[in-house]
């Protein structure tokens, strides 16, 4: 009886044995094949990984995200070399009387990097008056944090990476006026930059601020300063005689403030051309997903100071990837954030200006 009891527990092992390399056996062939991993979209980190979660669930976005929560990657961030970016301009534009002249200088990096930081001069015979940035994200998604007046001449931007990286190049706008008869020191010094920084650190910072009395709003930005994952850019947008801006930490906390910039050139009547004008024109783009844009072009007769734009999510989160002068109107990007779907809009705002006529 012992014996036929051995035999019969011996037999159990054998079988168990046999089922747990049949199993084994059956999950190395769904790891190794091809179609999977190709459907999935896997690195072979992510393979290594989610292992465990392929044989039972399909990977959703938020399982990779959470994933990638608990296994980020290097806290090393590579900036661009800037000795050799490349620079340029493109032609000049008039207002409708051919008095009043403005061109668009840029620089674009010539390094791919998770961040990027540039700044961007006018020539010696404008002043600036307004700017722009364009982050040419590869797949995941690069995003505005910052696009402003550092001074009279000169406007920087910056650009992340949010989450999952992305090496892209940043190209940096400014955008100079000149006017006919006009000593351009002269101009120079008829324009103002006010800013105004929000006073505590919010998820969901925003800020204003309005030009100097006796000014016209010609153009702003934003500086969005986050402070680890990723506070981003979502509006940068004139409104009456302000600019209004706002930024968003999307799936990590990441509290910060944010500091308006507003651009004014004063309301006095200049050689040969008098008394100056300035319109503000809007339009507004619905999304489904993705990538979205919006132009928004100027009326006859008026010239392009400074692009404003905006984005709305209505679930995980739309940000601004590009808010630039596309002649002779302002073009803004939007995008969701990578694995996560958002369908929302996209606002796109030109601020002009011409001679008075009156």
Not at 50 to 65: A, C, E, G, V
Not at 77 to 101: C, R, V, W
Not at 154 to 172: A, G, M, P, R, Y
Not at 227 to 250: C, F, H, K, T
Request: proline letters at 5%; charged letters at 15%; aromatic letters at 8%.
């Amino acid at each position: 009886m012992k014996r036929i009891l051995i035999l019969f527990a011996i037999t159990l092992m054998v079988l168990a044995c046999t089922k747990n390399v049949a199993t084994d056996v059956e999950i190395s062939k769904t790891l190794s094949d091809a179609n999977v991993r190709e459907n999935l979209n896997l690195a072979p980190r992510d393979t290594m990984s989610l292992n465990k979660f392929l044989t039972y669930k399909p990977i959703t976005p938020h399982i990779r995200d959470s994933l990638n929560e608990r296994e980020p990657r290097s806290g090393k961030m590579f900036y661009a070399n800037k000795s050799d970016n490349l620079s340029g301009s493109n032609p000049e534009y008039s207002d409708g009387t051919g008095l009043i002249h403005l061109k668009v200088f840029w620089v674009t990096s010539s390094n791919t990097a998770d961040i990027q930081e540039l700044s961007v001069s006018v020539g010696s015979d404008y002043a600036m008056v307004g700017g722009g940035a364009w982050a040419h994200y590869t797949g995941n998604g690069a995003f505005l944090t910052k696009s402003m007046p550092l001074n009279s001449t000169t406007w920087i931007s910056k650009s992340k990476d949010h989450i999952v990286q992305d090496l892209h190049n940043l190209t940096v706008y400014a955008i100079g006026m000149r006017i006919d008869g006009v000593d351009p020191a002269y101009l120079r010094s008829k324009i103002h930059i006010t800013s105004f920084q929000s006073t505590t650190n919010s998820n969901s910072p925003t800020a204003s601020v309005s030009v100097p009395s006796g000014c016209l709003l010609v153009g702003g930005g934003a500086d969005d300063q986050y402070n680890g994952y990723g506070n981003i850019l979502i509006s940068s947008r004139p409104n009456m005689n302000e600019w209004d801006v706002a930024g968003q930490a999307y799936r990590r906390s990441d509290p910060s403030k944010i500091t308006a910039y507003a651009i004014g050139i004063e309301d006095i009547s200049y050689p040969n051309v008098g008394h100056l004008q300035v319109a503000v024109y809007q339009t507004q783009t619905a999304v489904l997903s993705g990538e979205g844009d919006c132009y928004a072009d100027a009326t006859t007769g008026f010239a392009l100071t400074c692009p404003g734009g905006y984005t709305i999510s209505h679930t995980y989160g739309r940000l601004l990837v590009g808010l630039f002068p596309s002649e002779p109107g302002a073009q803004v990007i939007s995008k969701d954030t990578p694995g996560f779907l958002d369908y929302g809009s996209v606002g796109a705002y030109t601020v002009a200006i011409q001679k008075r006529p009156y």
